[in-house]
């Protein structure tokens, strides 16, 4: 037996979600009612957010392919980022997008294989 949380870490933001997830039961000895974060899911290159937990704001990354990534690490070397988590994902769209799956990569094809990740979480 196993969280839905396992099964959104192949999409870009999964980890992110599961982490937010755990950290707000952790920090708040309670039950998340609204286990999803929606601003952290997509497949937006880029994806940031800013989330409340126990009245202390949590400020989060997202990118997924190595060209985001740069983009990253390059504000946070700079000092124009102060996150307090990033997550990143080498492969477009995240596992999804990787070389261990079936040959059509198409953005489209990318999205149906997060949103089937998301309905198994669900």
Not at 6 to 26: D, H, K, P, Q, T
């Amino acid at each position: 037996i196993a969280s839905g949380s396992g099964a959104i870490f192949g999409a870009s933001g999964g980890v992110m979600e599961a982490a937010l997830r755990s950290v707000y039961e952790i920090l708040t000895k309670e039950e998340l009612k609204d286990v999803e974060f929606k601003a952290v899911r997509g497949m937006k290159g880029i994806k940031e957010a800013t989330v409340n937990i126990n009245g202390s704001d949590i400020k989060v990354a997202v990118a997924h392919g190595l060209g985001n990534a740069k983009i990253i690490m390059e504000e946070i070397r700079a000092g124009k980022c102060d996150y307090t988590f990033v997550e990143i994902m080498g492969c477009i769209g995240g596992c999804i997008g990787g070389g261990g799956q079936p040959i059509e990569k198409t953005q489209d094809t990318k999205q149906k294989r997060m949103d089937a990740l998301y309905a198994i979480d669900g």
